[in-house]
């Protein structure tokens, strides 16, 4: 074999490899995209195996958001709400976002609805159920900006690491580093100005 | 490093952190007893597909385009039909009229009848209404034929024109699916 086919041939496989390692992932379905696809065939269990792995998402979500009494409630809005609008969502793949979107229209809609209905302090509930420090750390995060404090809730509150944010809620991995360091800065400014801890 | 300890809870321990963590940590979420109470059936069936819509748009595309077609060519054909000359009304009585008759009607058989037939038109200068009614007859089957052709070429017109639009549509859709087929997962959600 000449030196010039040896040349060829080895950059006709690494091409070849680069092809494959980099399709590859494309043809991969992750177990969560696989539950989905059997919730689109009807399997309810498969529906509830979700719920079981999404749910933290969720409440996090909501957490950033609305009152810790209320979100119990909420989690189960949502959950109910994406399996009647399951046809709906186009890629299995993207049913962590898609739910991620339902829980913060979810999140809106109950403000605006409080905002019509009058209901009763926040503050009333929240004595009676939650730790005053951890009332009052939640306070502080829910201060920062959306993206922050969603990311630091699911991070501090939920114990999700880095990782397993950007691959339940559908962003990039670079996004939630982001979220994480800006929004820990941010939180530490405040409460080294409030000393809460 | 303490920025991994933020990013996956590895490396040296943020006590910041750590305490956030121990302090937030009774909000967590806590998996109910009950099991989440699902309704009776899903829309699972009737799960939306844009590859359903693109075929949809297609097919209404077309009927469109067919339509269209087909009512240009009738607007075109009724207005053809309705520009022919009007028919002879009451004899023909005068010199002048006889003659431009006999012109009539040598310029329309010189294609299709015999000479013969000529020269027995011009040494019969009285014309009776029979004739002329024959003459004018075949005038005008001449003029449905020619009618005929321009309706038929115009028709291979709007095939060509037709089969054009199909072969673009096809490419739009081809186009759209591949779109829709390398769309990115996750990034753009409905709710």
Known sequence: MSETETVGNLLFMTAASGTAATAQPAFEKSPETLLVEKVFGGDRDAFGELYDLYAPMVHGILLARVPFDDVGDLVQDVFLSAFKRIHTLREAGAFGGWLAMIARNRAVDFHRRKRETEELPENLARRASVRPEA????????????????????????????????ERTGLTPASVRVNLH????LLREKLGMEKVL | MKE???WDKSGEVDAEIEQLEKTLGSLRYKRPAEPLPLPAASRSLFRFNSNWLAAAAAIALLLLAGGLWLGLNRAGSDKLLSSGPPPPVGPVNTTAGVSRM????????RNVAPPQQDVVIQIQ??????QFVAVKFREAKRERELRQEEIMRRGEFAKEQLIKALEI??????????????APDGRNPIS
């Open chain 2, 125 to 130: 200068p009285a014309v009776n209404r029979s």
């Open chain 2, 102 to 109: 006999i012109q009539s009607v040598r310029s329309s058989e």
């Open chain 1, 135 to 166: 009332s009052e750390a939640l306070r502080l995060i829910r201060t920062l900006p959306d993206a922050y404090k969603e990311t630091l809730v699911l991070r501090l509150v939920e114990g999700m690491t880095g990782p397993e944010i950007a």
């Open chain 2, 4 to 6: 991994d300890y933020l």
């Open chain 2, 169 to 182: 549509t096809s490419e739009k859709l081809n186009v759209v699916q591949k779109k829709i087929q390398g």
């Open chain 1, 182 to 185: 800006r929004g820990m800065k």
